[in-house]
């Protein structure tokens, strides 16, 4: 082992000796990334068993070529018995195989068996040759496999790194690190690229962050926290997700599944909105109907809103059923897009409303879902449920958006925002 000089840096002997299965590592660009993915391939090959290989994906085969090629020659030479650059093969010493592949051509990754798998820069990579191929290939030998990259929003590489976060699943374990993580990188040279990057780049690149790529729609120190008001109605509005097949569905992780969502909000004489919590989930169809009922049994609103459609349409009969049985009543409203794209309507109910300070939140309940979602819209693998539903109090109760003087006219330009 010391003839092939592998010598790793802290955090790349962290995670190389942990003996979890599958291993998942966001990091920042020059933090080691690949160095560690070329001493994990060549070791690991070195104990691969007769019959079997290893295999290297990065998203496209020039991708592949350019990241790790030139690192497995040199780290490798000594136990290298041959290479072949065209067909991108590496012959170790040993007989085994160093397959280096890009994930743009999956067919080409069938029908081997592996007993070790790294996948480079997994957020560019399409999860299908992971599901479809790759992971069949470890089955019969039980191969392990590391994930690493770069995050780039919220993707099934956010998907994964929550799965080895979580703890949930013992073959699963993930690890965060940033390009400080990198001794041998000048700590002032990090600096000097966050004065001349964008925010954004910066925490994306160099910090390995999943939460960049809200559009500062929503800004955080917008948000407001209380206790409730003495006076005020309550209006309750339903976002509701599919029904279909939930039970099922819900314990699948790495699937994004739309949930519904329950706003139940106090709205004051003056207009403000008292957020006292959003119930959310993924029911079924009898589930969704009971959460409602039992909201409006406590909170007894002036009105709940469901959004028009047929999702309100299945949810309907069982909800009437059961206020009919427990002799709870509410005027039930259409809630309606009124022909603006989501996005548009959220940003048209919400965004002044915090800004100006006219929404507060309950400072008893978690807020830790709805904020991720708040503060991340909009963006392409983020749920807003929650912000949708709540957006639909403003059909609901219609009030000022200002509080003006007595003796000052004023009127709203829009009455459905109150702006």
Not at 130 to 148: C, H, N, P, T
Not at 151 to 171: E, M, Q, V
Request: glycine share 6%.
């Amino acid at each position: 082992m010391a003839d092939l000089n592998f010598q790793l840096l802290p955090w790349q002997q962290q995670v190389y000796k942990d003996p979890t299965r599958f291993k998942v590592i966001a990091a920042g660009r020059r933090c080691g990334k690949s160095r560690l993915a070329a001493t994990s391939l060549l070791i690991e090959g070195l104990r691969c068993p007769p019959g079997s290989a290893v295999l290297y994906v990065a998203p496209t085969q020039g991708q592949a070529r350019q990241i790790i090629w030139a690192v497995l020659m040199e780290l490798g030479r000594e136990v290298i018995a041959s290479s072949h650059v065209n067909n991108m093969d590496i012959t170790l010493v040993n007989g085994a195989i160093i397959y280096v592949r890009g994930a743009d051509r999956p067919d080409t990754l069938r029908g081997v068996s592996l007993t070790y798998a790294v996948l480079d820069e997994v957020a560019d990579i399409k999860p299908e040759a992971w599901e479809q191929v790759i992971r069949a290939a470890l089955s019969d030998k039980k191969g392990r496999a590391l994930f690493i990259g770069t995050p780039k929003g919220r993707n099934w590489f956010y998907d994964l790194f929550k799965l080895g976060d979580s703890g949930d699943d013992p073959s699963w374990k993930s690890w965060h690190f940033t390009t400080k993580d990198n001794p041998l990188i000048d700590p002032e040279e990090i600096d000097a690229a966050k004065k001349t990057m964008s925010s954004f780049a910066f925490k994306q690149e160099y910090m390995a962050s999943f939460d960049n790529a809200g559009s500062d729609i929503f800004k955080e120190d917008w948000l407001k926290y209380g206790e409730e008001p003495e006076y005020g109605s309550y209006y309750i509005a339903c976002d509701l997700a599919g029904f279909e097949e939930v039970a099922k569905q819900a314990a699948n992780s790495k699937k994004r599944l739309d949930q519904t969502a329950i706003a139940i909000v106090k709205v004051t004489e003056d207009g403000k909105w008292f957020v006292k919590k959003i119930d959310y989930g993924r029911w079924d169809i009898r589930e969704t109907a009971s959460r409602i009922l039992l909201n409006m049994r406590e909170y007894r609103p002036l009105a709940v809103g469901i959004e028009k459609g047929a999702l309100k349409n299945a949810v309907l009969p069982y909800l009437s059923d059961l206020m009919r049985k427990n002799n709870v009543y509410s005027h039930i409203v259409d809630l309606t897009h009124g022909n603006r794209k989501k996005a548009d309507r959220i940003i048209w109910s919400l965004q002044g409303r915090f800004e100006h300070g006219r929404i507060i939140l309950n400072r008893e309940e978690d807020w830790d879902e709805f904020l991720d979602q708040l503060l991340m819209f909009p963006s392409k693998g983020v749920h807003d449920d929650l912000p949708d539903a709540l957006s639909y109090i403003d059909q609901l109760a219609v009030t000022s958006y200002f509080e003006g003087d007595e003796d000052e006219d004023w009127e709203p330009l829009d009455v459905i925002s109150g702006i």
